[in-house]
């Protein structure tokens, strides 16, 4: 059975500061997504990555998929208190459903 | 252009009874997709419905059911409420592509949070 992990869980970190948060999934799969959720929110889908070395950027977030190795990273940089949210990385799981990750809760401290 | 939308946002109930949950896809969407997110964790698939049909599956019992209507508007229903049912409710609409079995992006709702006391 497909299974994703994240990590960090939990991150704290300083305003201007880099980081990268780390997803890792059990099978192949040949696509994957990144997501945002403010608290009490729904998603909001940041990235979509289908093909191995696929690199994509949007303000201060690039994400990358190495398939090979099932890994995607979502780097962080210079981050700014508005980035804080929980972060999520689905994985396709067969045809039709997405198998999230735990999440990121991170918090960008002024 | 509207999103996806649910209804109710909020909602509570005791255990033993009965819940319907209501989704609008997002217009040119076909597929709609379920999922319960409970407090901390991430969401988990419910079941997808593709042209007025199951298409497929989670981990879930029987006492989740759902619907898909001819304008793609889907219900969730649970019957026999327990405390564990209380969460957030997403409900997904994506598109699906001419040819593939596969569909495009989704775009998740608000959501319904449902309180089972």
């Known amino acids: 059975e497909l299974k994703v992990e994240q990590n960090p869980l939990f991150l704290s970190m300083q305003e201007g500061k880099n980081y990268t948060i780390y997803c890792n999934y059990s099978?192949?799969?040949?696509?994957l997504y990144w997501y945002r959720q403010d608290p009490g929110k729904s998603l909001e889908s940041l990235f979509v990555?289908?093909?191995?070395?696929a690199v994509k950027q949007e303000g201060r977030l690039m994400a990358s998929l190495d398939t090979k190795a099932r890994l995607s990273t979502l780097h962080i940089t210079a981050a700014v208190h508005d980035l804080s949210a929980t972060y999520f990385c689905?994985?396709?799981?067969?045809?039709?459903?997405?198998?999230f990750g735990t999440g990121t809760r991170l918090k960008v401290l002024a | 252009d509207a999103g996806v939308t649910q209804s109710p946002t909020h909602l509570i109930k005791t255990r033993g009874q009965q819940v319907t949950l209501r989704c609008s896809p997002k217009s040119g969407h076909d597929t709609v997709s379920w999922y319960q997110q409970a407090l901390g964790q991430g969401p988990q698939f419910i079941f997808q419905y593709y042209e007025e049909e199951e298409r497929q599956r989670g981990n879930f019992p029987d006492r989740f059911s759902g619907h898909q209507f001819p304008n793609y508007s889907s219900e969730l229903n649970v019957n026999a409420l327990l405390l564990g049912d209380s969460a957030l409710y997403l409900c997904?609409?994506?598109?699906?592509?001419?040819?593939?079995?596969?569909?495009?992006?989704?775009?998740f709702g608000p959501g319904t949070r449902l309180t089972v006391l």
């Open positions: 689905a994985v396709v799981g067969g045809t039709y459903k997405y198998i």
């Open positions: 099978t192949t799969s040949d696509r």
């Open positions: 990555l289908l093909s191995n070395g």
């Open positions: 997904a609409s994506s598109f699906r592509l001419a040819g593939a079995l596969r569909t495009d992006t989704q775009y």
